[in-house]
């Protein structure tokens, strides 16, 4: 049973991994994993062993709030509660950062202007006043948060900046009560209560950008949760009425005017016109859609008026299903997430140690020259104070999903659905895309591709005749016959006393004459020459096309060629593909000839041909046991075995059917273009996640040592508490900036 559980408290990565440890080590629980992101925990267990209950208890025993999630919402809402909680939150921050930032520059400028007035103590003392104000409203979750932690026996980034600011308060507690302590033993009573305003206004800013530029990270699904219209037209006894959707039930007729926006999914009834579909598949070529055409909430009606009767709503949906697979997506964790882990799991009690050890540092160094006792003790618990402030732990735990985040919303708008943090890493490391031929690199359907009349009959005479005798045939090559001349605008005659030939093709009259359509044995069945069109058809085979021959009255009227079309951008995309330095592999169920005159078609070397879906599962194996990362495209149908088998399975769709469980990306979209857009983008992400990591890393490397003051000896430089929370505030905001730099990604 798997179940998401709110988590709400969480500030970093040390937070997150202790949720996630405490949940792994609870009784019955398969897998966790916890998301600082998204707040959440997605949680794997055994409903014989445990329950949701004591698994938000456990979560609250590490010190974090939980709660029993409430029954399934329809993701489109869920999505709306979400960004009306991450706007509570930033406006709530943004207050607390303006409010603490002007006390924190009243506190800095007063004693200024007070300076040698005499007022000195009197002002300590609405200083000590100030600072607590502060910290109790301003700061107060940092120290509740940090009690929390270490009543149990944990610490996180909270507990920092609590110890930092806390003992900076109490330190400038006695000097201000007692001063003449100071004195006494020759260190002056200086405090620090606008430092620790203005920490706290500094770190409560960073905060406010860092919540700010996180509700970024999600603006594709906050825009694609806006798009579903609040009401809907429908008929009711025949009248047209406007309607919540709320109210809308499956089966009510759906009335759209031209421009609108569909309110949800449907079937076509009545009506024609072409449908703006971009924001499913990122294709902003407009769609034509007939009666029987599917149609889906939230695209744009074009300059038609349509009615279409409503199927799935709500949850069902194709948007809310997008809207799930992405959240998923977000909710899970990219390996590289791992190392910031393992890292965030002795982060905060080594800094702590780091305070100390800085501490009796400075103080051993100091006493054993001239300074008194007071004084080197006033030094030390300077730089100890400033090591706690500027580590971040932040910056860390929002290095990898503040950038899967963006990466897997700027997907969805491009059509590109990916199923989690390991598939979208694990892309970025494809060498070879392996494509199954049918309705991948063709379009997976039967089409009249050539017209050959032969003697003095015409192309549209030809058609209407094959097409007339087909229209009572449920054949493939039937099918596509009847719409090629549908589509021409060719008038289609019922045929009389039809006769099907089983293996060969069909025969009847239409319009008085005596018409049969078929293979070459049928032909010769039928007495009809086809030494005259030799030379075509020897043609047609070699470019992989299936000849269908036409007889009237005993005579060849001529030749339909019928194949399965190549994808108009196929033979583009492999090129892409290749310029991306990838290996690309056709693997087909076909005969080895038709294969390869495909391939040969679209540019394509490596030809595997006249597999079963068993067989394409033996070939993926084969690429990958010589040392290839294999990328599986196919239609998520006959191909699942072997895209799950691949590395990394991608799913090539149609727009609306998204529910391809083997595959690990699904592309909305019918073009290969999006297998290099999926690929382009994961090798994009992974370096960002590489470069957050690198400068969460290396600012915690370099600014904790400087902080505790290594560089004094040399340099004579000594970083302040003020100073080193604005330090920490910049590096969260700045990993998450970085992030944010995946928005430009533009496949094209």
Request: with cysteine; proline share 4%; net charge neutral.
């Amino acid at each position: 049973m798997k179940v998401v559980i709110p988590v709400s408290g969480m500030t970093c990565a040390a937070c997150e991994a202790r949720v996630q440890k405490t949940l792994k080590q609870t009784p019955g629980v398969k897998d966790a994993s916890v998301n600082l992101m998204m707040a959440n925990a997605t949680v794997t267990f055994d409903a014989g062993e445990t329950s949701t209950d004591k698994l938000v208890n456990a979560i609250r025993e590490t010190g974090y709030e939980a709660s029993v999630p409430g029954p399934v919402e329809n993701a489109i809402e869920d999505q709306a509660n979400r960004d009306r909680e991450q706007a509570a939150e930033f406006r709530e921050l943004k207050v607390k950062a303006i409010v603490s930032g002007a006390a924190g520059l009243i506190a800095m400028f007063v004693p200024m202007l007070l300076h040698g007035s005499g007022a000195e103590r009197e002002l300590s003392f609405a200083m000590l006043f100030a600072s607590l104000g502060v910290m109790g409203w301003a700061g107060r979750h940092f120290y509740v948060r940090a009690w929390a932690a270490f009543r149990h026996r944990a610490a996180d980034m909270n507990t920092l900046i609590a110890l930092g600011t806390g003992a900076a308060f109490v330190y400038s507690v006695i000097a201000t009560i007692a001063p003449e302590f100071f004195i006494s033993h020759g260190a002056a009573p200086d405090v620090y209560y606008e430092a620790i305003i203005i920490i706290i206004a500094l770190i409560l800013t960073g905060n406010a950008f860092e919540a700010r530029a996180k509700r970024e990270t999600t603006a594709a699904l906050r825009s694609l949760a806006g798009l579903q219209p609040k009401t809907a037209r429908v008929l009711r006894n025949e009248v047209e009425v406007e309607i919540p959707l709320e109210e809308l039930v499956s089966g009510d007729i759906v009335v759209v005017r031209p421009g609108e926006r569909l309110p949800v999914d449907g079937e076509v009834v009545s009506g024609q016109s072409a449908v703006d579909e971009s924001m499913l598949t990122g294709e902003s070529v407009p769609v034509k859609k007939v009666e029987g055409s599917r149609v889906v909430g939230a695209t744009i009606n074009g300059t038609g008026s349509l009615r279409y009767r409503a199927t799935t709503l709500g949850s069902d949906s194709v948007l809310a299903q997008i809207l799930k697979m992405m959240r998923d997506a977000q909710g899970s964790r990219a390996p590289m997430q791992h190392l910031a882990d393992r890292v965030s799991a002795v982060f905060v009690p080594t800094v702590i140690v780091i305070a100390i050890v800085a501490f009796v540092v400075w103080f051993v160094a100091l006493h054993t020259g001239e300074a008194t006792t007071a004084a080197a003790a006033v030094r030390g618990f300077a730089a100890a104070v400033t090591v706690l402030i500027i580590a971040c732990p932040c910056a860390m735990g929002l290095a990898v999903p503040t950038a899967m985040m963006v990466a897997t919303g700027k997907g969805g708008q491009f059509g590109i659905l990916i199923k989690g943090g390991e598939a979208l890493q694990r892309a970025g490391d494809v060498t070879v895309v392996a494509l199954d031929k049918t309705g991948t690199v063709t379009l997976g359907r039967p089409d009249v591709t050539d017209i050959i009349p032969v003697g003095s009959i015409t192309e549209e005479d030809l058609l209407r005749l094959a097409a007339s005798l087909e229209s009572a045939s449920e054949h493939p090559i039937a099918t596509a016959i009847v719409r090629n001349a549908k589509e021409r605008g060719i008038e289609i005659v019922t045929p009389g006393e039809f006769d099907s030939h089983t293996g060969l093709g069909v025969s009847a009259k239409v319009g008085g004459s005596s018409v049969a359509i078929g293979n070459a044995a049928l032909m010769t069945q039928l007495g009809v020459d086809l030494a005259a069109v030799a030379d075509q058809t020897t043609r047609l085979l070699e470019q992989a096309r299936t000849a269908v021959y036409v007889s009237k009255d005993g005579a060849l009227a001529g030749i339909l060629a019928v194949a399965d079309p190549v994808r108009p951008t196929s033979r583009d995309a492999i090129a892409r593909l290749k310029s991306m330095s990838l290996r690309v592999v056709m693997i087909s169920g076909d005969r080895k000839e038709t294969a390869q005159a495909i391939a040969n078609g679209v540019g394509i070397t490596d030809v595997i041909a006249g597999v079963l879906p068993g067989g394409k599962v033996a070939e993926v194996q084969r690429l990958q046991s010589g040392g290839a990362v294999v990328a599986m495209v196919g239609d998520g149908i006959n191909d699942a075995p072997a895209l799950a088998a691949s590395d990394v399975g991608i799913a090539i769709g149609t727009g609306t059917d998204i529910a391809v469980e083997a595959a690990d990306i699904a592309l909305m979209r019918g073009d290969l273009h999006s297998v290099a857009d999926a690929i382009a983008l994961s090798r994009r992400t992974t370096r960002i996640m590489k470069q957050n990591l690198f400068w969460a890393f290396i600012y915690n490397v370099i600014g904790i040592p400087i902080a505790a003051g290594a560089l004094y000896p040399f340099m004579g430089i000594m970083l302040t508490p003020v100073i080193a929370s604005a330090a920490m505030a910049f590096s969260s905001v700045s990993v998450v900036g970085n992030s944010l730099r995946l928005r430009s990604f533009n496949p094209s």
